[in-house]
């Protein structure tokens, strides 16, 4: 089987015109009229995940930690007042790559740059020098975790070293956990805050999404020790530890600002690889609707025997033409099941599927070097790699759901909330910053390198990003609290790293 390409690269397929829009920065300040209104910024404490560590491209890395959001805001809270801010320490990260050892193994993975002498982002060359075992035993005024849902940021022993083999404890909170028993939200409250920033939840629903739906959604389920890591989490065990949360950092009097979730149609990880990138030549079309006709026949005898509409069978018939556009085959498992009489459950896909971002690698790869078996086309893609329409609907039931909770309980408390969902969603068409320039949603290509938001992950801002997340806080905080807080410039922070070798 020939194929016009068998490697996909999508990196220059968002090159698109941005589309206009006005800025937004309406509450204009001057150096003499900063003010910190009625917050108190004096002991600012950041909870949450991974966006509230600074992660980006693939991990935490020394460098691209002091771009967290909650770092950016420290800075502009000091210009009214604000104290000392604290994030874990990276120091050990002595070669900037990223990632963490476990002993001398290596149990995540450096950062991801661009390799312009091979094109597509790949891991940086190197080992990771940071060690999980080597404790700090620190309360932090950053205790954002990556990897963490609700209620793990309410859990004893997340924290705990001995717990990190066994998937029972999180590296990123073990390397600064005050104790084994320690909890996250007990150590930031250690810090007394007078301020904080609350961004935490989106993992509830994103994992499931990264993970291509494998997971289950745990709706009625209200014991999260049994849930899988990719799992749907229940409302009311969402509700449950949001609430908790939300009375430890306001029982003090301290006033702060939540943020809703977003939608993962808004990010990269699922809007970057197109549902039909595959490029097929005349033979190599012939042969393969040749090696699909036994399976659409199937189709026609399961509809003349009453087992599927005409519609679902219209559906899973599989056909490619010459030349590019060809739809990706995929399983589907909320098709009928006509395992018994030996036909899988395939379809191509359309616009209504979501492609993950790392299929784009995979998608045209043989299996065992077979040049018949090719990933994506002649052999369907497995449930990881796509969101289907029912997954899809999943997600987004769950995260308006997780939206509505947190904008009750943070109206419960008096305490506005940063819409991060309608702000993902608006960079979708574009944003324009302080600087004059629109940024917008899109993945790191060659054309948009000084444009994108994304990180290369495409799950996490890039610096720039976290930029503008800045800025919707401070919006917040300007009209909510009275204050007067400058905003940052976008266009100042970085963007990818970009490498001519990786050696």
């Keep these: 089987m020939k194929m016009k390409n068998n490697k996909f690269i999508y990196l220059a397929v968002l090159a698109a015109v941005f589309a206009s829009c006005e800025p937004e920065f309406d509450n204009k300040v001057t150096n003499g009229s900063y003010s910190a209104g009625e917050a108190d ?12 560590a600074g992660y980006m491209d693939g991990t935490v890395y020394r460098s691209g930690q002091k771009y967290s959001y909650p770092n950016i805001l420290s800075q502009q809270f000091a210009l009214v007042g604000g104290g000392d801010f604290t994030q874990p320490s990276y120091e050990d990260d002595v070669n900037n790559t990223g990632g963490f050892l ?30 999980v075992a080597t404790l700090q035993a620190t309360a932090y005024n950053n205790m954002g975790v990556p990897g963490a849902k609700t209620f793990h940021l309410l859990a004893p022993g ?100 939540c943020a809703t979730i977003p939608s993962v149609t ?16 005349a033979a190599t079309t012939a042969a393969l609707n040749q090696g699909f006709a036994q399976y659409n026949g199937g189709l026609q005898l399961a509809q003349a025997g009453g087992l599927i509409s005409a519609d679902e069978a219209a559906k899973r018939k599989i056909t490619f033409h010459a030349g590019a556009g060809n739809a990706v085959t995929i399983e589907d498992e909320s098709l009928t099941n006509l395992s018994a009489l030996g036909i899988p459950s395939y379809r191509q896909a359309t616009a209504a599927d979501l492609v993950v971002l790392p299929a784009s690698s995979f998608i045209g790869t043989t ?22 329409p029912s997954e899809i609907t999943a997600i987004e039931n769950a995260t308006d759901t997780f939206n509505t909770t947190i904008k009750t309980i943070a109206a419960s408390k008096g305490i506005p909330v940063a819409d991060m969902h309608a702000v993902l969603k608006q960079l979708v068409t574009g944003i324009a910053s302080a600087d004059g320039q629109i940024y917008k949603a899109g993945y790191f290509s060659s054309a948009t390198a000084n444009t994108v938001v994304f990180s290369l992950d495409g799950i996490h801002p890039n610096a720039r990003g976290y930029a503008i997340v800045a800025n919707e806080y401070i919006r917040v905080i300007n009209e909510f609290y009275k204050a007067h807080l400058p905003y940052v410039i976008p266009g100042s922070y970085p963007g990818a790293t970009i490498l001519t070798s990786n050696n």
Excluded at 266 to 281: A, K
């Design 158 to 257: 997340y924290g705990n070293l001995a717990g990190v083999a066994t998937g029972q404890a999180n590296p990123y909170f073990v390397r600064h956990a005050t104790s084994p028993a320690a909890t996250v939200l007990g150590d930031a409250m250690t810090k007394n805050p007078t301020f904080f920033t609350n961004w935490i939840g989106n993992n509830d629903v994103l994992f499931y999404a990264i993970s291509g739906g494998t997971g289950v959604n745990q709706a009625g389920n209200t014991n999260p020790a049994t849930y899988g890591p990719n799992d749907i989490t229940d409302p009311q065990v969402f509700a449950g530890a949001y609430s908790a949360i939300m009375d430890a950092l306001t029982s003090k009097g301290a006033k702060g600002v």
């Design 266 to 281: 808004s990010i990269p990880y699922f809007t970057t690889v197109p549902f039909n990138p595959v490029p097929l030549d």
């Design 367 to 388: 299996v065992g070097g077979n040049p018949l078996q090719v990933n994506g086309v002649s052999v369907p893609l497995a449930d990881k790699w796509v969101l289907i």
């Design 102 to 131: 476990l002993g001398t193994t290596p149990i995540t993975a450096t950062k991801l740059i661009i390799n312009t002498s091979t094109g597509g982002p790949q891991p940086i060359a190197g080992v990771p020098t940071s060690n």
């Design 41 to 52: 910024f004096s002991s600012y404490v950041a909870i949450g995940n991974s966006l509230t």
